[in-house]
């Protein structure tokens, strides 16, 4: 039976996915803590949040936030990076800061519109120009 703790941090998530305009999953096995510490920093400095998240809270935040592809690119250690306003700018961030370390972060995939994309769907996105500069 799941805790009022559990239960609350899973409403917690919940919120937070619905509220993304895109979640991108990433194993960050074998990554330093110091790091780790970095890539958020850079991740943030963009506006992007980085969050490490047991995987059984993250499946059952999924589908109460009614983002059940999202279950779909979960495996192994797993974060995700929560991006709320421009879709690319999560993708840019976190394959610029991939590219720049030669970090040992490995993206998953994503989920994006109700859709799951796989790693290469999402480095796809980070090369592609924001809304603004196309319109």
Known sequence: MP???KKQKVAELAELFSNSSILITADYSGLPVGQ????????QAEGVKFRVIKNSLALLAADASGKPALKEVIEGQTGIAFGDGEPTV???????YIRRSRSALKILGAEFEGQALN???????????SRDQLV
């Open 3 to 5: 805790t009022e703790l």
């Open 36 to 43: 780790m510490n970095e890539m958020r920093r850079a991740l």
């Open 90 to 96: 999560p993708a840019k961030a976190l394959s610029d």
């Open 119 to 129: 790693p290469q769907q999402v480095t796809q996105l980070a090369t592609l120009p």
